[in-house]
């Protein structure tokens, strides 16, 4: 398999989201030569403007060889440090852990054989990390299994396991360690089209336990197409799964337009509890769902241009858009933000103990809601109240293209945005080739 044709795959995902066997090798080899990074700021030496306020950019690193890599996700370890998941040079999942500064600790590729990624990771109670994505098993295809590797803190491999829940498409992974210590896991299929219900993609969600061991596995979805992004465990102990959908049948209710948000409640046993269809007559799609200290829960997703059905505004090709449901999938309380450029399809949030969220997106805008463009996208971060009003906001990267991926809070203030870039000027200190990985630490000063 060539590397551009996956790197074209992995592009297309990146700007358009909307349109077994076990081993116990603790002996992986770490990669060599390591990758490029720059030297990164001196955290003593932030913020960089002593006068600044608000949302302030402390600390940036890029990593990368000479071929495109991808930070897919983050996660932060007890000492400080944190671990990051992806793709390096164009087509092999790596992992790579860094200290509170984001200097390189340890670095390694992973997978059985062929292309493959590692599209999120999470600690575990134990101590230890849990990641997943998508490999290839088998080298003559392009068919891909589901994959997932357990690390402990130096990233050795307690266990690392595959899949055949499907042909996995190579779009974003999302796993979660629910209370009693399984592990679900949510993507997307090309299904069997000779079985019956069978749609053009289909979602799998699949539950495991601390071992690996396949619990259970369902697909969820219509005739048309169905899209997973992600997916939380909810307050009641089932599950919410939150993706796109173009679907009006099978187990999607209804579809208001070209394509709606489709989020989907599911119990421990993986049978379909409600769902629902959130958009409008044009084109949206889910990102991300994250649980609110008041118990109800924030949906991230794009809309593209058209103010109708559940959407109140539009600004302009594609927005940002924020709603709030409860637990029975209700909406509560909505907002879209952008410019009349596209913002969205790529969307990370947190909730601050004080109520207050910190997000991330990319944009090209620079109108409206949208104060400053760096080049072709930026990393888009914003500060909002409870009610969903913009409190501040920066846009950091350089003339090139920079994509948000995943974000950690660090504490109530300070918090990291993994994601990938092209540029090498600006907010970028340099780049060494196609995309880096691209990781910041922003701070929210009085």
Same mark, same amino acid.
């Given at each position: 398999?060539?590397?551009?044709?996956?790197?074209?795959?992995?592009?297309?995902?990146?700007?358009?989201?909307?349109?077994?066997?076990? =081993?116990?090798?603790?002996?992986?080899?770490?990669? +060599?030569?390591?990758?490029?990074?720059?030297?990164?700021? $001196?955290?003593?030496?932030?913020?960089?403007?002593?006068?600044?306020?608000?949302?302030?950019?402390?600390?940036?690193?890029?990593?990368? =060889?000479?071929?495109?890599?991808? #930070?897919? /996700?983050?996660?932060?370890?007890?000492?400080?440090?944190?671990?990051?998941? /992806?793709?390096?040079?164009?087509?092999?999942?790596?992992?790579?852990?860094?200290?509170?500064?984001?200097?390189?600790?340890?670095?390694? +590729?992973?997978?059985?054989? @062929?292309?493959?990624?590692?599209?999120?990771?999470?600690?575990?109670?134990?101590?230890?990390?849990?990641?997943?994505?998508?490999?290839?098993?088998?080298?003559?295809?392009?068919?891909?299994?589901?994959?997932?590797?357990?690390?402990?803190?130096?990233?050795?491999?307690?266990?690392?396991?595959?899949? !055949?829940?499907?042909?996995?498409?190579?779009?974003?992974?999302?796993?979660?360690?629910? =209370?009693? !210590?399984?592990?679900?896991?949510?993507?997307?299929?090309?299904?069997?089209? =000779?079985?019956?219900?069978?749609?053009?993609?289909?979602?799998?969600?699949?539950?495991?336990? +601390? $071992?690996?061991?396949?619990?259970?596995?369902?697909?969820?979805? !219509?005739?048309?197409?169905?899209?997973?992004?992600?997916?939380?465990?909810?307050?009641? @102990?089932?599950?919410?799964?939150?993706?796109?959908?173009?679907?009006?049948?099978?187990?999607?209710?209804?579809?208001?337009?070209? @394509?709606?948000?489709?989020?989907?409640?599911?119990?421990?046993? #993986?049978?379909?509890?409600?769902?629902?269809?959130? #958009? &409008?007559?044009?084109?949206?799609?889910?990102?991300?769902?994250?649980?609110?200290?008041? #118990?109800?829960?924030?949906?991230?997703?794009?809309?593209?241009?058209?103010?109708?059905?559940?959407?109140?505004?539009?600004?302009?090709?594609?927005? *940002?858009?924020?709603?709030?449901?409860?637990?029975?999938?209700?909406?509560? $309380?909505?907002?879209?933000?952008?410019? &009349?450029?596209?913002?969205?399809?790529?969307?990370?949030?947190?909730?601050?103990?004080?109520?207050?969220?910190?997000?991330?997106?990319?944009?090209?805008?620079?109108?409206?809601?949208?104060?400053?463009?760096? /080049?072709?996208? $930026?990393?888009?971060?914003?500060?909002? &109240?409870?009610? *969903?009003?913009?409190?501040?906001?920066?846009?950091?990267?350089?003339?090139?293209?920079?994509?948000?991926?995943?974000?950690?809070?660090?504490?109530?203030?300070?918090?990291?945005?993994? /994601?990938?870039?092209?540029?090498?000027?600006?907010?970028?200190?340099?780049?060494?080739?196609?995309?880096?990985?691209?990781?910041?630490?922003?701070?929210?000063?009085?």
């Amino acid at each position: 398999m060539k590397k551009t044709k996956f790197f074209k795959v992995v592009w297309i995902l990146m700007v358009s989201i909307s349109f077994v066997s076990c =081993s116990n090798d603790n002996d992986s080899m770490v990669i +060599e030569p390591p990758m490029e990074s720059t030297p990164p700021k $001196d955290d003593n030496d932030a913020p960089i403007n002593s006068d600044a306020v608000g949302l302030t950019l402390i600390l940036e690193q890029n990593f990368g =060889s000479t071929s495109g890599d991808f #930070g897919n /996700g983050v996660v932060s370890t007890p000492d400080g440090g944190f671990i990051f998941s /992806g793709i390096q040079s164009d087509e092999n999942a790596f992992l790579m852990a860094t200290n509170s500064e984001l200097n390189i600790s340890w670095e390694k +590729e992973v997978g059985v054989s @062929g292309i493959g990624s590692l599209e999120n990771i999470v600690a575990s109670e134990d101590g230890n990390f849990i990641a997943a994505g998508f490999t290839q098993t088998d080298t003559s295809g392009f068919d891909f299994d589901l994959y997932v590797i357990k690390i402990d803190a130096m990233g050795n491999i307690i266990w690392e396991q595959t899949y !055949g829940v499907g042909s996995i498409l190579d779009t974003s992974i999302d796993l979660i360690e629910t =209370s009693d !210590g399984n592990i679900v896991l949510v993507g997307s299929i090309q299904p069997d089209l =000779s079985e019956d219900g069978a749609g053009i993609n289909d979602i799998s969600v699949t539950m495991i336990n +601390e $071992d690996g061991v396949l619990i259970w596995n369902n697909t969820y979805g !219509g005739s048309a197409s169905d899209v997973a992004i992600s997916l939380i465990e909810g307050n009641d @102990g089932n599950f919410l799964v939150v993706g796109t959908t173009t679907s009006a049948d099978g187990d999607v209710s209804s579809n208001k337009g070209d @394509g709606d948000v489709w989020i989907l409640q599911i119990d421990d046993t #993986g049978q379909l509890l409600n769902q629902k269809t959130f #958009g &409008s007559s044009g084109r949206n799609g889910g990102t991300s769902i994250t649980a609110l200290q008041n #118990g109800n829960y924030i949906v991230t997703a794009s809309n593209n241009n058209i103010a109708d059905g559940d959407l109140t505004s539009n600004n302009g090709s594609d927005d *940002l858009w924020i709603f709030t449901i409860d637990g029975s999938l209700n909406l509560l $309380d909505q907002a879209s933000f952008g410019g &009349s450029g596209s913002e969205g399809f790529r969307s990370a949030l947190l909730e601050a103990p004080n109520g207050n969220f910190f997000l991330t997106t990319s944009s090209n805008s620079s109108d409206t809601d949208v104060l400053e463009n760096m /080049g072709e996208n $930026d990393f888009w971060v914003l500060k909002l &109240s409870p009610s *969903l009003e913009i409190l501040d906001q920066v846009s950091l990267g350089g003339t090139n293209s920079d994509f948000a991926s995943k974000m950690v809070l660090l504490n109530a203030d300070r918090f990291l945005i993994v /994601g990938n870039s092209s540029s090498s000027d600006g907010d970028v200190g340099e780049n060494n080739g196609s995309f880096d990985i691209w990781a910041v630490i922003i701070e929210d000063l009085p």
